[in-house]
């Protein structure tokens, strides 16, 4: 992925899953969108709970 502003695919996905796992999980079969600051950036991101437990994040992005 080409993030651009100095964040790694790696720094991003590790932040993105702290997130995840310190919040409620959305709805099953519903989206939402979450922004969380890494490095001092905003992030956004769009997690999708699958089934019971099963979260996807297909989509994220630096907020310019």
């Known amino acids: 992925r080409h993030l651009g502003g100095g964040l790694t695919q790696s ?3 590790t932040a993105i ?3 995840v796992l ?3 999980l959305p709805e099953i079969g519903k989206y939402t969108e979450r922004t ?3 490095g001092g950036q905003e992030v956004t991101y769009r ?3 699958w089934k019971e437990g ?3 994040v ?3 992005f630096i907020n310019k």
């Open 11 to 13: 720094e991003v996905e």
């Open 58 to 60: 297909g989509t994220y």
């Open 22 to 24: 310190n919040k409620s």
């Open 47 to 49: 997690p999708n709970q």
């Open 36 to 38: 969380i600051s890494i």
């Open 17 to 19: 899953k702290s997130d």
């Open 54 to 56: 099963v979260v996807n």
